[in-house]
T-cell receptor, first 115, second 116 residues
Framework: DQQVKQNSPSLSVQEGRISILNCDYTNSMFDYFLWYKKYPAEGPTFLISISSIKDKNEDGRFTVFLNKSAKHLSLHIVPSQPGDSAVYFCAASDSLTGGGNKLTFGTGTQLKVEL | DADVTQTPRNRITKTGKRIMLECSQTKGHDRMYWYRQDPGLGLRLIYYSFDVKDINKGEISDGYSVSRQAQAKFSLSLESAIPNQTALYFC???????????????FGEGSRLTVL
């Protein structure tokens, strides 16, 4: 039972354009959402997060949007750069289980930013 | 040097062998985790530990065991490896959740295990 789903295994975008990565979840107890980025031969690194009390969080070129009624979140990268080419994982947690650190990850989306 | 170090980085073994993957961290975090990554399945939690005396099963703990030897060390064992345990394994650490930092895990570089 995949509680966090990333339905697009890959996405290709031109440099300078917007990249939009999507994530859906089924567990209504999730109250914190995160995006991680992973380069080949490296571990995932934290990118940006959002609490369920917000619907938007912005950090430089990265913005995460949360639609609780639809159980959907998205990561916008604008403008996209070649260095953004990586696998992006969506993750979720609920503060009642594991103190908010027990993350459930999606399957990942491979983003390729082309020149 | 990496804050979260995993050894070995690559290992090929045979079915039935015992394997240990080790993780050490210099971040001073109390919480440590083991995840495995499989193509099309993302990262799945195997075991986690919130302090030296605390061990908890994750969603896919069958066939695995762990040992938290010290705050800085958390090892994962496969008592009798089987081919479907072929995967990329990640150790991670975190601090206790604080405002704005819930869920931020720090990952090692991964240990690629192949079971023939």
């Amino acid at each position: 039972d995949q509680q966090v789903k990333q339905n697009s295994p890959s996405l290709s975008v031109q440099e300078g354009r917007i990249s939009i990565l999507n994530c859906d979840y089924t567990n209504s107890m999730f109250d914190y959402f995160l995006w991680y980025k992973k380069y080949p031969a490296e571990g995932p690194t934290f990118l940006i997060s959002i609490s369920s009390i917000k619907d938007k969080n912005e950090d430089g070129r990265f913005t995460v949007f949360l639609n609780k009624s639809a159980k959907h979140l998205s990561l916008h990268i604008v403008p996209s750069q070649p260095g953004d080419s990586a696998v992006y994982f969506c993750a979720a947690s609920d503060s009642l289980t594991g103190g908010g650190n027990k993350l459930t990850f999606g399957t990942g989306t491979q983003l390729k930013v082309e020149l | 040097d990496a804050d979260v170090t995993q050894t070995p980085r690559n290992r090929i073994t045979k079915t039935g062998k015992r394997i240990m993957l080790e993780c050490s961290q210099t971040k001073g975090h109390d919480r440590m985790y083991w995840y495995r990554q499989d193509p099309g399945l993302g990262l799945r939690l195997i075991y986690y530990s919130f302090d030296v005396k605390d061990i908890n099963k994750g969603e896919i703990s069958d066939g695995y065991s762990v040992s938290r030897q010290a705050q800085a060390k958390f090892s994962l064992s496969l008592e009798s490896a089987i081919p479907n345990q072929t995967a990329l394994y990640f150790c991670a650490t975190s601090d206790a959740p604080t405002s704005g930092r819930t869920g931020e895990l720090f990952f090692g570089e991964g240990s690629r295990l192949t079971v023939l």
